[in-house]
């Protein structure tokens, strides 16, 4: 038997695979878009004196990451002309996406949207659904490049290249908006075009990183010589049917669990940025804390729970990430009873993001685990859409549960949410068993 030294040298030779590499930069390609769509974007607007109902409305584009299943099955059984023979099944949607993307972002960069706002809604919706296919189908990669065991690992460094870019395309975005309008004469377009031209051009990140990758070895399905119904059985049906066939009726429980697992944080989320303006925070502070800090604690959270999910074992990190998640919240609630505090904003923030980081990471290598290599893009759409459906309706609620009762109950509530979990979790791990000894643990 080997000592703990030697297996934790083992543990963190993974982080220098390039499949690990390979990953993170994906992950960063697939985290880029999404605030540019949705908190970016409703800055600009902002700026740009749109109202606050047509910026509200204007964010349901970013819905498109929450019904992505509907259209997961085409990505994960089609075959797109000239890119799958040049690159690759998974690779040539990649490239489609990833392009698509850019297309796109250029189209909102020359897009005043004080002089037309439904060209820039158009492109904004294609950059939304081309970044949820670009989801897809590197979700889709990673589960296929990589076995079970090294999931945990992949999954903490695909959330740090994922949060990294989220903060690039969110604080950097704002800094190097207000660097370009020295002036700060109020609304300037061309700050926001040279903006979201650069956020454009790092999606090249992305796109090299793709044309330098390798296709996965797993078995491309072919349906050329079959009627359309057996196309649509194969490729819509047979994904869903296959993993309720696997477990029976314990995929009832797996569903459960994987639609209240984040509720306690994405609940929390929705209200936060109104709670730190409500408790009298500055913009800088929440920029520096909220925005700089806490994306920072986010990736490093990442790190070590990919790390610590290898070692230990998912379902154990997962129990652990529910606990944090619900603890995390009770913080909250301290800090809303004090009020403005900023050592306490940061510990309180720092905290949350940590464990959100770790939680995530867990919770991608069990999602991973539960999906066959056969339907990977599908089964695995199915579940990240389970996984926000919930708990973004009812984080919906969120302000008038406020408005009822105050910030600390609230906060407290959300915390409670993760009990039910934290047994979901237990009860799961005794009756659905992973097959692998290392993501069983």
């Not at 377009?189 to 796109?207: D, E, K, P």
């Not at 949410?417 to 992973?434: E, T």
Request: hydrophobic share 55%; aromatic share 12%.
């Amino acid at each position: 038997m080997r000592d703990s030294r030697s297996n934790w040298s083992e543990t963190l030779h993974h982080l220098r695979d390039g499949r690990v590499l390979r990953i993170g930069l994906l992950g960063f390609s697939s985290g880029l878009p999404l605030l540019l769509v949705f908190g970016t974007l409703s800055f600009w607007l902002a700026e740009a004196k749109i109202d606050r109902s047509t910026i509200g409305y204007i964010s349901w584009v970013a819905l498109a990451y929450a019904v992505k299943v509907l259209w997961s099955p085409l990505v994960d059984q089609l075959r797109i002309p000239w890119l799958a023979q040049r690159f690759g099944r998974r690779r040539g949607w990649l490239l489609l996406s990833q392009l698509l993307v850019c297309i796109g972002l250029i189209g909102m960069a020359s897009t005043d949207p004080s002089v037309n706002l439904s060209r820039m809604v158009i492109f904004a919706f294609m950059v939304a659904v081309s970044s949820a296919t670009q989801d897809i189908v590197v979700d889709a990669y990673r589960i296929e490049t990589a076995e079970v065991r090294l999931q945990g690992i992949m999954a903490g460094i695909y959330t740090s290249g994922y949060r990294l870019a989220m903060f690039v395309s969110s604080a950097g975005a704002l800094a190097l908006a207000a660097w370009i309008d020295v002036e700060d004469a109020g609304y300037q377009y061309a700050s926001w075009r040279a903006v979201y031209l650069v956020m454009a051009g790092l999606m090249g990140v992305g796109i090299l990183t793709t044309l330098l990758s390798p296709e996965p070895d797993v078995a491309a399905p072919s349906f050329r010589d079959e009627r359309w119904w057996a196309w649509v059985r194969r490729a819509i049906i047979e994904p869903f049917s296959e993993f309720l066939a696997r477990y029976g009726a314990r995929a009832l429980l797996l569903l459960a669990l994987i639609a209240t697992y984040r509720i306690s944080d994405i609940v929390m989320g929705v209200i936060a940025n109104v709670f730190y303006i409500d408790t009298g925070f500055t913009k800088d502070q929440i920029a520096i804390v909220v925005k700089t800090f806490g994306v920072a604690m986010t990736v490093a959270g990442g790190l070590v729970g990919g790390v610590l999910t290898y070692r230990v074992g998912v379902m154990r990190m997962m129990f652990i990430g529910g606990v944090l998640a619900a603890a995390t919240n009770v913080i909250f609630a301290v800090l809303a009873m004090v009020g403005q505090d900023d050592w306490l904003l940061v510990i309180a923030v720092g905290c949350d993001t940590f464990s959100a980081g770790i939680a995530s990471s867990a919770f991608i290598a069990y999602l991973s685990a539960l999906t066959n290599v056969a339907y990977s893009a599908t089964q695995y759409a199915l579940f990240s859409s389970l996984m926000l459906l919930l708990p973004k309706f009812v984080g919906g609620f969120s302000g008038a549960i406020v408005e009822a009762t105050n910030y600390p109950m609230f906060f407290g509530l959300t915390a409670l949410m993760g009990i039910p979990v934290l047994a979901l979790v237990v009860l799961v791990r005794r009756v659905v068993p992973i097959e692998s000894t290392s993501l069983g643990k």
